[in-house]
């Protein structure tokens, strides 16, 4: 079984100010870790993944995030928010070589950037 | 094709109604996947389809959904006798193959509304 909870509904930041989006995740296997973005009206785009090589993740439009297995986390920063970050960011688990390569979400968490 | 077309974009039916939803995947992709998402919520799993065949359906809620691939490229979601619980946007993925660390692409959902 595997479960993602993202810690918060909601996030609210200035531009140019630091951004964290936060995510536990619960597997049973080895997991693989995403995160994926999702503007209004608009598809699922990936952001990053983690698969078993580095733990510090870097992808596209300046994110990163960082494996902790001992903390079982998978948070999401970027050093300098900008207004076209503003979406919805969901932390996704999958069971890493499973079949079927079914992805479990999370809740999401809406990010708001203020000018 | 580019990406993953899923039409229509969006659907408007009456409770007890029956509806298709269809998703063409990108060429060559052999794994589809059905997500549904309810509002403010995460995309849920439906079903997945290898080829052809569905490999898991676990995640259909109930006999009134049921989805096709026979020809291992286009699929469709059949929902019969909806409900306005059903109502949500539902999404499709398609990978190059199922397993392993292959990335999903997801189309830009189709939104039902029942009323």
């Known amino acids: 079984a595997q479960s993602v909870t993202q810690l918060d509904s909601h996030v609210s930041v200035s531009e140019g100010t630091p951004v964290l989006l936060r995510c536990n995740y619960s597997?049973?296997?080895?997991?693989?870790l995403f995160w994926y973005v999702q503007h209004p009206n608009k598809g699922l785009q990936l952001l990053l993944k983690?698969?078993?090589?580095?733990?510090l993740v870097k992808g596209i439009n300046g994110f990163e995030a960082e494996f902790k297995k001992s903390e079982t986390s998978f948070h999401l920063t970027k050093p300098s928010a900008h207004m076209s970050d503003a979406a919805e960011y969901f932390c996704?688990?999958?069971?890493?070589?499973?079949?079927?390569?079914?992805?479990?979400f999370g809740g999401g968490t809406r990010l708001m950037v203020k000018p | 094709g580019a990406g993953v077309s899923q039409t229509p974009s969006n659907k408007v039916t009456e409770k007890g109604k029956y509806v298709e939803l269809r998703c063409d995947p990108i060429?060559?992709?052999?794994?589809l996947y059905w997500y549904r998402q309810s509002l403010g919520q995460g995309p849920e799993f439906l079903i997945y389809?290898?080829?052809?065949?569905?490999?898991?359906d676990s995640g259909l809620p109930n006999d009134r959904f049921f989805a096709v691939r026979p020809e291992g490229s286009v699929s469709t979601l059949k929902i019969q006798r909806t409900e306005r619980g059903d109502s949500a946007v539902y999404l499709c993925?398609?990978?190059?193959?199922?397993?392993?660390?292959?990335?999903?692409?997801f189309g830009s959902g189709t939104r039902l509304t029942v009323v």
């Open positions: 389809f290898q080829g052809t065949g569905a490999a898991d």
């Open positions: 983690y698969t078993s090589a580095a733990t």
């Open positions: 597997s049973s296997y080895s997991p693989s």
């Open positions: 996704v688990v999958s069971r890493r070589n499973n079949a079927g390569n079914m992805l479990t």
């Open positions: 060429s060559g992709h052999t794994a």
């Open positions: 993925a398609s990978s190059l193959m199922a397993g392993g660390d292959y990335g999903y692409t």
